[in-house]
């Protein structure tokens, strides 16, 4: 190891600057393990006992020293700082709530599925064409009638359905077909079906309908009779329902420019509508009755041959 040369200049403070900071450092070190003061602390160590001894008795207000300090051991302190604690909490009062707590949130429902149909298949248009029907409202009770059907497309195979009952058919040509409806088909008000078809319907066409409405009836109530209704001059009285007069018709005459008597006696009175041939009868009644009314006359009395005066 190379020697320090004190004569040099530089050499000589290092060495000075050394000292220095080695008797610096002894000081800090001093002062950190054992101070600067007098006398040397004391340090007290505490046992630990199993039953701790009593502390002493603070003093009562009005004794003779109230202010004299209490003298604790250092054993009791050392007790005070590892004895449990106790603790007492205070009543919690939660804070008031911002918002309703019973209000829960409620899922919106999910949206309807949409079910996409697929076209239902158009229906193929019927091979016959079915234009129209002649004629188109009839009355009921009528006689037979004459049934034309227009259209197009018809065959000699294709026949008048008329409400699901054939008809014998008269094939004119591929645009025009006739058949008799009888009078029993359309006895009641109401629409009949109309329909061209072949028997194994492989051919038929677009349905029509024919309108059977009720027929006019007499606006007379049969009333009385006069004379022997077997005899052919024999009276009926019926009386106006419009306006409560009394007429007397005989048999084959007209009555109300429609109808006419072709049966008279006393029980019924039957009429014939002239234009559509339809029958129609009358039971005897007694009418509705008015002060004017030769019904409302009192019958005489018949007095008996022997009866005294």
């Given at each position: 190891m190379q020697a320090v040369d004190l004569t040099r200049p530089g050499e000589r403070k290092k060495l000075i600057w050394a000292g220095i900071l080695g008797l610096a450092a002894l000081v800090v070190l001093w002062w950190a393990l054992f101070g600067f003061g007098s006398s040397s602390p004391s340090t007290t160590q505490?046992?630990?006992?199993?039953?701790?001894?009593?502390?002493?008795?603070?003093p009562r207000p009005g004794t003779d020293r109230p202010n004299q300090a209490e003298t604790v051991s250092p054993?009791?302190?050392?007790?005070?700082?590892?004895?449990?604690?106790?603790?007492?909490?205070?009543?919690?009062?939660?804070?008031?709530?911002?918002?309703?707590?019973?209000?829960?949130?409620?899922?919106?429902?999910?949206?309807?599925?949409?079910?996409?149909?697929?076209?239902?298949?158009?229906?193929?248009?019927?091979?016959?064409?079915?234009?129209?029907?002649?004629?188109?409202?009839?009355?009921?009770?009528?006689?037979?009638?004459?049934?034309e059907a227009t259209g197009d497309k018809f065959t000699p195979a294709t026949k008048i359905y008329f409400e699901g009952r054939e008809l014998p058919t008269t094939y004119t040509g591929p645009q025009q077909l006739s058949a008799t409806v009888p009078a029993?088909?359309?006895?009641?008000?109401?629409?009949?079906?109309?329909?061209?078809?072949?028997?194994?319907?492989?051919?038929y066409s677009n349905p029509l309908t024919v309108s059977v409405a009720a027929p006019p009836?007499?606006?007379?109530?049969?009333?009385?009779?006069?004379?022997?209704?077997?005899?052919?001059?024999?009276?009926?009285?019926?009386?106006?329902?419009?306006?409560?007069?009394?007429?007397?018709?005989?048999?084959?005459?007209?009555?109300?420019?429609?109808?006419?008597?072709?049966?008279?006696?006393?029980?019924e009175l039957v009429l014939i509508d002239t234009t559509?041939?339809?029958?129609?009868?009358?039971?005897?009644?007694?009418?509705?009755?008015?002060p004017g009314n030769p019904l409302t006359r009192p019958t005489p009395r018949v007095e008996a041959e022997d009866d005294e005066p």
């Open positions: 505490s046992r630990a006992t199993a039953t701790p001894a009593p502390a002493q008795a603070r054993d009791i302190a050392g007790l005070a700082m590892i004895r449990p604690i106790e603790y007492e909490p205070s009543s919690y009062s939660a804070p008031e709530a911002k918002r309703n707590i019973f209000a829960y949130y409620v899922p919106p429902p999910p949206p309807a599925r949409v079910v996409s149909e697929a076209p239902a298949t158009p229906t193929p248009p019927p091979p016959v064409l079915l234009a129209s029907v002649s004629p188109s409202n009839v009355f009921a009770r009528s006689a037979d009638f004459k049934l029993s088909m359309f006895a009641a008000p109401g629409s009949r079906n109309v329909i061209v078809r072949s028997a194994d319907n492989s051919l009836v007499p606006n007379y109530l049969y009333v009385g009779i006069i004379g022997e209704y077997t005899r052919v001059g024999d009276t009926a009285l019926v009386q106006d329902k419009s306006n409560k007069n009394i007429l007397s018709v005989h048999r084959g005459e007209p009555l109300g420019g429609r109808f006419r008597v072709t049966s008279i006696s006393d029980k559509l041939k339809i029958k129609h009868t009358l039971a005897m009644t007694e009418g509705e009755r008015n």
